[in-house]
C-alpha cells in the first residue's frame, strides 16, 4: 500500500519517524492562492469603479439603485475578509494540515469554497441595500451569520487535522496548537455579536477618535501575527549559530510582552491625543520597525518571497511613522476625516498587508508561485502613486473643501491620478491570477 492510499488509523497511529515533516501541499497552496488573487481582483475592479464614479457621478446615477453607496460595502469587505484574510487561511492550513491525509486537499476545498460563498452572498446583499451600515461589519440579517460558518468549518478542519497528528508532535507544539484554537474558536461568536446593530452605533456620537491605547493594541495584534507566521509557514532558520535564533526570537517576543504591558498600564477611556502618554505608547511602535527587520532576517526565507520581505519592511516603516505623526496635535484636527486617513488606510493594506500575504503565498508554494517582477512593481508603483495622490488631497482639502465638494479642476485632476493609480494596480492583480495558473 502506497503512503497516499494509507487508511487514516494507520496515519494517524504512525510514528514521527515513518510521516515526512508537514508541509502544504502543492495543490492546496495553488488553490489559496487562486481564491486570494481571485478576491483582489474582484475588489480592484469594484475600487476601479468606485473611482470612475467620483469623476464622473452621473454614470453611477446611471446603473441606479446601484450608486456609490451600494458598491463601497464589496470594495472594502472583499479586500478584508478575501484579499487580506485568505493567504492567512492559508497560512493556518500550512501549519495543521497533513499533507500525506488522502483528503486534505478535499477538506481545504471545503474550507475556501464556504469562505468564497459567503464573501459572494455578502456582496449581493450589500448591493441589494442589505446592510449594518457599519464599516468592515456589514454583515446584515441574513448574511449576519455566514462568514461565522465559514470560520467554524475552517477551525473545525484545523482542530480535526491538528487532532490526527497530535500524536507525533512535540509537547510544546502541542500545546501552542491548543492554545491558538482555543483562541480561534472564540471568533465567530464575537464577529456575529460585533456585527450587530445593537451592540454600538455605525457613528458614534460619543466617541472623538482612536486613542493611542486603541492603535497600538490593534497593531501589536498585527505584529503578534507577523511573529507567528514563520511558525504557521514553517520556515527554517538562517543559517548560523543557534543562540543567535534563539536570541531574535526571544527578543522579539519579549518587547512584545514589554510592550503588550505598556498597552495594558495605559488609560483606555476616552483619552486625548494631547495626553503625553498615549503619544509616547503609540510611539512604541517606532521601535518595531527595527525589530521586525531583524527578526524577519533569522529565517532562510525563499528568493521568491524576498522581494516581497524588501516591500512589507519599506511600507512597514512609513505606516508606523506616519502614523505616529498624524495622531501628534495639531496634526490630527488637520487631517482628521479627509483623503490623508483614506491615504493612510492604503497604506497599510495595499502596501503593507499586500506585500506581507506576497510572502505568504510564495511561501507556501515553495517557490513554484511564479509571479512576475514587472506586475511586482506595477502592483508596487501604482501603490505608491496612490497613497501620495490622497495624501495631497488631504492635505489641500483642509483649506478648500469647497473646491472638492464642487469638483474644482484641480480636484478632478487628482482623482484622475488616483483611478490611473487603481488602474495599474487592478491589472497587476489580473496578471498574479493569471500566473497562478503555472504555479
Given at each position: 500500500m502506497s503512503s497516499d492510499e494509507m487508511p487514516l488509523s494507520s496515519f494517524a497511529r504512525a510514528p514521527a519517524s515513518a510521516v515526512a515533516e508537514r508541509s502544504v501541499p502543492d495543490d492546496v497552496a495553488r488553490l489559496v492562492a487562486r481564491h486570494a488573487f481571485g478576491w483582489l481582483v474582484?475588489?480592484?475592479?469594484?475600487?476601479?469603479?468606485?473611482?470612475?464614479?467620483?469623476?464622473?457621478?452621473?454614470?453611477?446615477?446611471?446603473?441606479?439603485?446601484?450608486?456609490?453607496?451600494?458598491?463601497?460595502p464589496l470594495h472594502l469587505d472583499w479586500q478584508l475578509y478575501g484579499w487580506c484574510a485568505l493567504p492567512l487561511v492559508g497560512a493556518l492550513l500550512a501549519w495543521c494540515l497533513e499533507e500525506r491525509h488522502p483528503h486534505a486537499l478535499a477538506h481545504a476545498r471545503v474550507v475556501l469554497g464556504t469562505w468564497s460563498l459567503a464573501l459572494a452572498a455578502g456582496g449581493l446583499a450589500w448591493l441589494g441595500g442589505q446592510t449594518s451600515g457599519k464599516l468592515f461589519l456589514d454583515w446584515h440579517g441574513w448574511t449576519r451569520p455566514l462568514l461565522p460558518v465559514a470560520m467554524l468549518v475552517l477551525w473545525t478542519v484545523l482542530a480535526a487535522h491538528a487532532t490526527w497528528s497530535a500524536g507525533r508532535m512535540r509537547a510544546g507544539e502541542r500545546m501552542v496548537h491548543v492554545a491558538v484554537l482555543a483562541a480561534l474558536v472564540a471568533v465567530p461568536p464575537l464577529f456575529y455579536w460585533a456585527a450587530g446593530r445593537e451592540v454600538y452605533p455605525a457613528v458614534n456620537p460619543d466617541s472623538g477618535g482612536a486613542t493611542g491605547a486603541a492603535l497600538l493594541g490593534?497593531?501589536?495584534?498585527?505584529?503578534?501575527?507577523?511573529?507567528?507566521?514563520?511558525?504557521?509557514?514553517?520556515?527554517?532558520?538562517?543559517?548560523?549559530?543557534?543562540?543567535?535564533?534563539?536570541g531574535r526570537s526571544g527578543f522579539f517576543w519579549g518587547f512584545f510582552?514589554?510592550?503588550?504591558?505598556?498597552?495594558?498600564?495605559?488609560?483606555?477611556?476616552?483619552?486625548?491625543?494631547?495626553?503625553?502618554?498615549?503619544?509616547?505608547?503609540?510611539?512604541?511602535?517606532?521601535?518595531?520597525?527595527?525589530?521586525?527587520?531583524?527578526f524577519g532576517r533569522g529565517f532562510a526565507w525563499s528568493e521568491r518571497a524576498r522581494p516581497w520581505l524588501r516591500a512589507a519592511a519599506a511600507w512597514w516603516l512609513l505606516l508606523v511613522v506616519t502614523g505616529w505623526v498624524t495622531f501628534l496635535p495639531g496634526v490630527s484636527e488637520r487631517l482628521k476625516f479627509t483623503n490623508a486617513l483614506v491615504a493612510h488606510a492604503h497604506l497599510a493594506m495595499a502596501g503593507l498587508v499586500t506585500s506581507v500575504n506576497g510572502v505568504i503565498l510564495h511561501t507556501l508554494a515553495r517557490g513554484r508561485l511564479r509571479t512576475s517582477r514587472g506586475s511586482f512593481w506595477l502592483w508596487q508603483g501604482g501603490c505608491a502613486l496612490h497613497v501620495a495622490v490622497l495624501l495631497i488631497l488631504g492635505v489641500l482639502e483642509n483649506d478648500a473643501a469647497g473646491a472638492l465638494f464642487l469638483s474644482a479642476g484641480w480636484t478632478q485632476g487628482l482623482f484622475g491620478v488616483r483611478l490611473a493609480a487603481g488602474v495599474t494596480m487592478g491589472l497587476a492583480s489580473v496578471q498574479w491570477l493569471m500566473e497562478t495558473r503555472h504555479t
Open positions: 474582484a475588489a480592484n475592479g469594484v475600487g476601479v469603479w468606485l473611482a470612475v464614479v467620483l469623476l464622473w457621478p452621473a454614470l453611477g446615477d446611471a446603473i441606479a439603485p446601484l450608486t456609490y453607496g451600494r458598491w463601497v490593534s497593531t501589536l495584534g498585527v505584529v503578534a501575527i507577523f511573529g507567528l507566521l514563520p511558525v504557521m509557514l514553517r520556515v527554517p532558520p538562517a543559517p548560523g549559530p543557534r543562540r543567535s535564533r534563539f510582552a514589554a510592550s503588550a504591558v505598556a498597552y495594558a498600564i495605559i488609560d483606555h477611556g476616552n483619552a486625548s491625543h494631547h495626553a503625553p502618554s498615549q503619544i509616547v505608547a503609540l510611539g512604541l511602535l517606532l521601535a518595531w520597525v527595527p525589530a521586525l527587520w531583524i
